[in-house]
């Protein structure tokens, strides 16, 4: 299932109401709100993601989410509002500028949880009870990683691939078009794959698929899933 645009609209109130989402390192402050830096150096992610993409990626686009945020958001409602506050409240909205606001919070929200995901230290595959359910779910974690692929397929031109749950609270890939997050939704954000092409297409150029096969492969820190999941 894709999720647009118009799916988190009609979440409406149940999902600003919702308190199912995961927290990334985000300062608790009002505007303006600060990129957090990045929990590893530029380079420790290769060959996987190269130094040059985290430049680019990090330096460029993600900190110029954090910068259009805080410029739409002066006097507004949102000033001093968390980002995920920000995120859940702004995506009930089809006013022009809270949809400019929601973007852009959204794609700030993404890649802190984004980034946080890769540091360094953890096993990189699940285990225990997580293993098992994923097992369950998927068949394995080779069929974690093709059923991520997969779904990245739904998805038309830009967005997200998360591990999140379905409407039926097990657990699911999901794939997100755009900014779109599960927080938007009142649903929880385990694990999120961009398939952005900022994100990935100086080291694999049109490759998606072997882009987020080699994410999943090397560089998740599962650690960092199951506290999320715990939350």
């Known amino acids: 299932m894709t999720i647009t645009r118009r799916t988190v609209l009609a979440a409406g109130v149940a999902a600003a109401a919702s308190t199912m989402f995961s927290q990334p390192h985000v300062a608790r402050a009002a505007l303006p709100l600060k ?3 990045l ?3 530029e380079g420790d992610l290769a060959p996987v993601i190269s130094a040059k993409t985290v430049g680019l990626h990090y330096g460029k686009h993600h900190k110029a989410y954090f910068d259009k945020l805080n410029a739409l958001a002066q ?4 000033a001093d509002m968390e980002l995920d506050e920000t995120v859940r409240q702004s995506a009930t909205s089809k006013a022009e500028g809270d949809v ?3 973007n852009n919070a959204a794609q700030a929200w993404n890649h802190v949880a984004y980034w946080d995901q890769f540091v360094p230290g953890g096993p990189n595959r699940p285990q225990g009870d997580l293993a098992t359910s994923i097992e369950t779910a998927f068949g394995g974690y080779d069929g974690f990683i093709k059923r991520a692929v997969d779904v990245s397929d739904t998805v038309f031109g830009t967005g997200w691939v998360w591990f999140t749950r379905g409407d039926d609270d097990r ?3 999901i794939g997100y078009e755009d900014g779109n997050n599960p927080v938007a939704v009142g649903r929880p954000a385990y694990l999120g794959i961009d398939i952005w ?3 990935y297409y ?3 150029e049109n490759r998606k698929a072997d882009h987020i096969a080699a994410v999943l492969d090397k560089l998740i820190n599962w650690r960092v899933i199951e506290e999320r999941i715990a939350a």
Do not use: C, M, S, W
């Open 75 to 78: 006097g507004t409602r949102y």
């Open 39 to 41: 929990p590893f150096g």
């Open 35 to 37: 990129q957090p830096p």
């Open 197 to 199: 092409e900022h994100a």
């Open 171 to 173: 657990l699911a890939l």
């Open 100 to 102: 400019k606001i929601f």
């Open 202 to 204: 100086v080291d694999y």
